[in-house]
């Protein structure tokens, strides 16, 4: 009987063939070993707290704890509210409308300006008349209880169709603010729910106008209207012109005539000088009052302020107001030089996954959310912050609740009027050390004011010691803060 010989290294071949593919799929489950880990990991709950999430950092003070972390119940922010019993001076109702693809408050957009005297109680009762995922209104810039902060998720509800929510606190502080829906907030906000919302003094702060600027459909308005928007002023005579920054990226502001930077944010430059031939930059969600005398023009980038008749449009001018250095020192009233908490606010960028989604995600000290910083702090605490930026890009960050001061940038201490922000540009390889006093107790989103961001995970929370939110997000609650 005849047998086919079988080559001798045929064996040998078969046993190499084998050993190589099972090398093979090794190597390919240690790379999506992990990487199947970092999905599962980040894929979110039906529902979740933000008082639970994070990484609680106690900055470097007496340990704290989160409300929460360790299973304890907290102070509620339901409890961080104006009492009912306390009167109303100004009263206003705002019924938020989807039309089309914009959004209006009272049929109009941007919505109403509110105007209130310094400590008058504020009453604003918000209706959704048919906004299918829910409103809510968040006071930008005024530091509100906690409980009136209008953060879907962290200090309410949203409010669904049908359904209202009111908002009462104190206009404590004079300035120049605005409020804008924080559900679903790119979309929303780029949509058109937003108005302004000014505090001035028992006096009254004489000639003034307020220039709200949107991007609507790729043009630059002020106060809704595209191009330019007229002041009626005599010859001679000061105009202060509070200029709104409502868009996710830095805007400039400048004039061909001297113009004095009065305040930022909300508060009152010390000491300021006339200025020509510099801008002044405004960063997202941030607010400038500038003063000038008519007649003249205000350029805004596709859109101007004419006072008084105006003059010619003037060509964007090179430098930018140094608020570092502009103005005169003033006292701070706390020492930032012996803080009670210390913290890092980084932000990078990397591959991975939030919430399930692959992409190149934002970082803060590192980690990817949720696993963020929850900077903790205590009543009366003096916090400094250092904010750094190796993302690539340029951040408008926003503390609720807060205003903070600069104290340098780059290492290179401010020498000028103290410059009070809640809303601080911070470009790619730059860093800021800010401080604050911890003076108003609650749960508070300190996050990038380029809306779309957030949503990519550019968000922390400032949390106060024995304070906790009955409030969830997720999907399976109706409620996206982002």
Same mark, same amino acid.
């Given at each position: 009987?005849?047998?086919?010989?079988?080559?001798?290294?045929?064996?040998?071949?078969?046993?190499?063939?084998?050993? &190589?593919?099972?090398?093979?799929?090794?190597?390919?489950?240690?790379?999506?070993?992990?990487?199947?880990?970092?999905?599962?990991?980040?894929?979110?709950?039906?529902?979740?707290?933000?008082?639970?999430?994070?990484?609680?950092?106690?900055?470097?003070?007496?340990? /704290?704890?989160?409300?929460?972390?360790?299973?304890?119940?907290? &102070?509620?922010?339901?409890?961080?509210?104006?009492?009912?019993?306390?009167?109303?001076?100004?009263?206003?109702?705002?019924?938020?409308?989807?039309?089309?693809?914009?959004?209006?408050?009272?049929?109009?957009?941007?919505?109403?300006?509110?105007?209130?005297?310094?400590?008058?109680?504020?009453?604003?009762?918000?209706?959704?008349?048919?906004?299918?995922?829910?409103?809510?209104?968040?006071?930008?810039? #005024?530091?509100?209880?906690? @409980?009136?902060?209008?953060?879907?998720? #962290?200090?309410?509800?949203?409010?669904?169709?049908?359904?209202?929510?009111?908002?009462?606190?104190?206009?404590?502080?004079?300035?120049?603010?605005?409020?804008?829906?924080?559900?679903?907030?790119?979309?929303?906000?780029?949509?058109?729910?937003? @108005?302004?919302?000014?505090?001035?003094?028992?006096?009254?702060?004489?000639?003034?106008?307020?220039?709200?600027?949107?991007?609507?459909?790729?043009?630059?308005?002020?106060? @809704?209207?595209?191009?330019?928007?007229?002041?009626?002023? *005599?010859?001679? $005579?000061?105009?202060?012109?509070?200029?709104?920054?409502?868009?996710?990226?830095?805007?400039?502001?400048?004039?061909?005539?001297?113009?004095?930077?009065?305040?930022?944010?909300?508060?009152?430059?010390? *000491?300021?000088?006339?200025?020509?031939?510099?801008?002044?930059?405004?960063? *997202?969600?941030?607010?400038?009052?500038?003063?000038?005398?008519?007649?003249?023009?205000?350029?805004?980038?596709?859109?101007?302020?004419?006072?008084?008749?105006?003059?010619?449009? *003037?060509?964007?001018?090179?430098?930018?107001?140094?608020?570092?250095?502009?103005?005169?020192?003033?006292? /701070?009233?706390?020492?930032?030089?012996?803080?009670? &908490?210390?913290?890092?606010?980084?932000?990078?960028?990397?591959?991975?996954?939030?919430?399930?989604?692959?992409?190149?995600?934002?970082?803060?000290? @590192?980690?990817?959310?949720?696993?963020?910083?929850?900077?903790?702090?205590?009543?009366?605490?003096?916090?400094?912050?250092?904010?750094?930026?190796?993302?690539?890009?340029?951040?408008?960050?926003?503390?609720?609740?807060?205003?903070?001061?600069? /104290?340098?940038?780059?290492?290179?201490? $401010?020498?000028? $009027?103290?410059?009070?922000?809640?809303?601080?540009?911070?470009?790619?390889?730059?860093?800021?050390?800010?401080?604050?006093?911890?003076?108003?107790?609650?749960?508070?989103?300190?996050?990038?004011?380029?809306?779309?961001?957030?949503?990519?995970?550019?968000?922390?929370?400032?949390?106060?010691?024995?304070?906790?939110?009955?409030?969830?997000?997720?999907?399976?609650?109706?409620?996206?803060?982002?």
């Amino acid at each position: 009987m005849l047998t086919e010989a079988r080559p001798a290294a045929a064996a040998p071949r078969d046993r190499r063939t084998r050993r &190589r593919t099972a090398v093979a799929i090794l190597a390919t489950l240690a790379v999506l070993a992990p990487v199947a880990w970092f999905w599962a990991a980040s894929l979110p709950a039906g529902s979740w707290s933000v008082a639970t999430i994070g990484v609680p950092d106690d900055g470097g003070g007496p340990p /704290l704890m989160a409300a929460g972390h360790d299973g304890t119940a907290g &102070r509620s922010v339901d409890t961080l509210r104006l009492p009912d019993s306390v009167p109303a001076d100004v009263t206003v109702t705002l019924v938020a409308r989807a039309e089309g693809a914009r959004y209006t408050l009272n049929g109009q957009s941007p919505g109403p300006e509110i105007r209130a005297v310094a400590g008058q109680v504020v009453a604003v009762r918000l209706v959704n008349a048919d906004v299918a995922r829910g409103v809510t209104l968040h006071w930008h810039g #005024v530091d509100v209880p906690n @409980g009136e902060d209008g953060v879907a998720g #962290v200090t309410q509800d949203a409010v669904l169709p049908g359904g209202e929510f009111t908002y009462r606190f104190r206009a404590g502080q004079v300035g120049t603010y605005w409020y804008h829906s924080h559900q679903v907030a790119d979309e929303q906000v780029k949509g058109g729910l937003f @108005g302004s919302f000014v505090v001035v003094p028992p006096g009254g702060v004489g000639a003034e106008a307020t220039a709200l600027v949107h991007l609507f459909d790729g043009r630059r308005t002020v106060n @809704g209207t595209p191009g330019d928007v007229a002041v009626p002023a *005599a010859p001679g $005579s000061t105009v202060r012109v509070r200029v709104t920054n409502t868009d996710d990226g830095p805007m400039r502001a400048w004039s061909a005539a001297p113009v004095r930077l009065l305040a930022v944010d909300g508060t009152d430059v010390h *000491a300021p000088t006339p200025v020509t031939g510099a801008a002044v930059a405004i960063t *997202a969600g941030g607010r400038a009052d500038l003063e000038v005398t008519a007649p003249a023009r205000i350029e805004l980038g596709g859109a101007a302020v004419v006072v008084g008749g105006g003059g010619a449009p *003037a060509p964007v001018p090179g430098p930018a107001v140094d608020l570092l250095s502009y103005g005169a020192p003033a006292p /701070l009233g706390f020492d930032p030089t012996t803080p009670n &908490r210390v913290f890092d606010y980084a932000i990078g960028r990397r591959p991975g996954f939030v919430a399930g989604v692959p992409g190149l995600y934002w970082t803060i000290n @590192g980690g990817m959310y949720p696993d963020v910083p929850m900077f903790m702090v205590r009543e009366g605490d003096v916090v400094r912050m250092r904010i750094s930026n190796t993302s690539g890009e340029v951040h408008p960050m926003h503390l609720h609740g807060h205003h903070a001061v600069v /104290l340098a940038r780059n290492g290179v201490p $401010s020498t000028g $009027s103290p410059w009070w922000v809640d809303s601080l540009d911070v470009p790619d390889g730059t860093t800021y050390d800010v401080a604050f006093v911890a003076d108003n107790p609650g749960v508070w989103m300190d996050h990038c004011h380029n809306l779309a961001h957030p949503k990519q995970g550019l968000v922390a929370h400032l949390m106060y010691e024995g304070v906790t939110t009955p409030y969830r997000a997720g999907p399976d609650t109706p409620n996206d803060p982002e």
